[in-house]
Structures are given as C-alpha cells and as structure tokens.
Nanobody, 123 residues
Framework: QVHFVESGGGLVQPGGSLRLSCAVSGGTLDHYTIGWFRQAPGKEREWVSCIRGSTKSETYADSVKGRFTISRDNAKNAVYLQMNSLKPEDTAVYYC????????????????WGKGTLVTVSS
C-alpha cells in the first residue's frame, strides 16, 4: 500500500512562492505516474501537474504552466511542487496522488491519494 504525506502549504501573498513536498512510502516512484491535484472550496478536484515514473517527463495544466514546476527525488522517495507567482485563484487544498497508468491526469485514474495540504494566497 502506497502512502503519501503532503507538506509545505500555508498562507502566502499574491506573487509569492511555496514549495510543496510529498513524502512517499510503501512504493517506488519509478513504478507510478505521480500527480498533483487541487480542490478549491465549492469546486471539483482538478489536475495540476504530473511526472512520469520512468522518464520523469512533466506535464502541466495551462493554468499553472510557466509558474509551477514538478520534480522528483528518487533517493528520498519524494515529489515536489515549486509554485511561483502565486495568485489568489491558486488557493486550494493540494493533493499528491499516484497512478499505475502512464501519464494519467484524471482523478479517476489515481490509485493512491494523500490527505492534502492547504495553500491560501491572500493579501
């Protein structure tokens, strides 16, 4: 059973940066596509970014492209999401998830989920 623990959320002003971390246990990152999702109050959960297990190729939602960067450290079995130029509309609970399906971006394709970390962008 794969477990995720997200951390790094908090309150930040517009234009600021945060780095989210996702510590993974019970599985090897190479075997999964790891994704970051977010869910704002009253909205559906949406895909933000993912990184493939074997190739480390990255993809991003248009809303965060150029501002967010996903990365992976196999030695630490961790995945990160560097978020720059944050906007109020980035406010949400951010979740780390894993899929056995290569390049998966749909929440329905994720096999494992973390409990999330709250990011609030406000002045």
């Amino acid at each position: 059973q794969v477990h995720f623990v997200e951390s790094g959320g908090g309150l930040v002003q517009p234009g600021g940066s945060l780095r989210l971390s996702c510590a993974v246990s019970g599985g090897t990152l190479d075997h999964y596509t790891i994704g970051w999702f977010r869910q704002a109050p009253g909205k559906e959960r949406e895909w933000v970014s993912c990184i493939r297990g074997s190739t480390k190729s990255e993809t991003y939602a248009d809303s965060v492209k150029g501002r967010f960067t996903i990365s992976r450290d196999n030695a630490k079995n961790a995945v990160y999401l560097q978020m720059n130029s944050l906007k109020p509309e980035d406010t949400a609970v951010y979740y780390c998830a894993a899929s056995r399906r290569l390049g998966a971006t749909s929440p329905d394709d994720m096999n494992y989920w973390g409990k999330g970390t709250l990011v609030t962008v406000s002045s």
